[in-house]
């Protein structure tokens, strides 16, 4: 396909869960739709979702999206490797622009772009995300209950992670990783749970094996031993920005407020799903999002003269937690 010509019916900014998913709806009504991936995003990285129904053993992010590609691929969904630099309006619809150089001319947009975590540079960590290493207590807070778990964090992050995951387990020992010292307030409030800290850098995770863990190296050459690991550093990016030339409406944190019956944002013939939708970032709920965008989005394409004049004002809405 010249993608450089290309005019969907929807384009979705986003091959990660929510824009699957919101691809697998679209393509079955039989619009044409292209999802344009920069190949990225928290999908890549998790090794495996331990709470997805039907999946009690777990999937990873990799192999999901595997499956959610080719599943759209037998829908006729086109898929495009670029990273969307500029979307900007057009006559009806709007005009994306990537990375590559190509425009794609589209009629409607869903945004699913995600969010970026903060992964610390330490030798061990990425390989291990999501198996024996976590950065969400909702996913993976069963998987270290009762085990002895490092947080490995810095500022308000790391404390909160620490102090979280006490409901689980109470083996946890705090890592302060971080340039700025370990402010008192923060460590008075691990002494009162009595969590034990150190401050230091820490240089890698010790295991060979790749899926493993069993405790970390400082660069004083210390070693802190534990069987599980969480990460906290704070700083996590909303993929929201390219929009904001559109005047979309933000939650304060930088996720997009929708509406909640439709998923539409505040400007007309953008839709938002998943992470950089949902404080809740979760698979199940980027899943939820995108097919119930599609859904409207289907519907807007159907009767384009009634849907807009009814176009909701997420603003009076709250982002969704
Ligand atoms: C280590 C880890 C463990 C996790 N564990 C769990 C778990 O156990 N259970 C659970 O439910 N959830 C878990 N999650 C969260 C889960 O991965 C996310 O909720 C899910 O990936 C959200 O899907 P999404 O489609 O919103 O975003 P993503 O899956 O991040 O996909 C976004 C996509 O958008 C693309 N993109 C972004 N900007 C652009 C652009 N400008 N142009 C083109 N493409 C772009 C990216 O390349 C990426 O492919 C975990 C996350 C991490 C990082």
Redesign the pocket.
């Known amino acids: 396909m010249d993608a450089g010509s290309a005019t969907f019916d929807c384009a979705i900014?986003?091959?990660?869960?929510?824009?699957l998913q919101g691809a697998i709806q679209l393509g079955r009504y039989g619009h044409r739709v292209g999802v344009?991936?920069?190949?990225?995003?928290?999908?890549?990285?998790?090794q495996c979702?331990?709470?997805?129904l039907g999946w009690p053993d777990g999937i990873s992010?990799p192999s999901l999206r595997q499956r959610g590609k080719e599943h759209a691929l037998r829908l006729g969904v086109e898929f495009i490797d670029?990273?969307?630099r500029a979307v900007e309006p057009a006559a009806e619809g709007f005009t994306l622009t990537g990375q590559s150089g190509h425009t794609y001319q589209t009629r409607r947009l869903l945004l699913?772009?995600?969010?970026v975590?903060t992964i610390p540079e330490i030798d061990g960590i990425v390989p291990r995300?999501?198996l024996t290493v976590?950065?969400?207590p909702d996913?993976?807070g069963y998987e270290v209950k009762d085990r002895e778990t490092i947080v490995m964090g810095a500022g308000k992050a790391g404390v909160n992670m620490a102090t979280t995951l006490t409901y689980w387990t109470r083996r946890i020992t705090y890592i302060h990783d971080d340039t700025e010292p370990f402010d008192d307030e923060h460590k008075a409030q691990l002494d009162k749970l009595s969590i034990p800290y150190v401050e230091a850098r820490i240089t890698r995770v010790i295991s060979d094996d790749p899926s493993k863990f069993e405790g970390v190296e400082l660069a004083d050459g210390r070693v802190i031993r534990g069987e599980r690991a969480f990460i906290a550093y704070g700083g996590n990016w909303v993929?929201s920005d390219?929009v904001n030339s559109l005047g979309v409406k933000l939650h304060h944190n930088h996720h997009v407020l929708v509406d909640p019956r439709t998923k539409a944002t505040s400007v007309k013939y953008l839709w938002a799903?998943?992470?950089?939708v949902a404080h809740s970032?979760?698979?199940?709920?980027?899943m939820g999002d995108g097919s119930q965008a599609a859904i409207w989005i289907h519907k807007s394409l159907m009767s384009p003269s009634t849907f807009p004049e009814k176009w909701p004002d997420p603003s009076t809405a709250t982002a969704q937690s």
């Open positions: 900014i986003g091959g990660g869960i929510s824009g344009i991936d920069g190949g990225t995003g928290r999908s890549t990285l998790c979702y331990h709470n997805v992010g670029d990273w969307i699913a772009t995600g969010i975590d995300l999501g976590y950065v969400c996913c993976d993929n390219i799903a998943g992470d950089v970032e979760q698979v199940t709920i980027a």
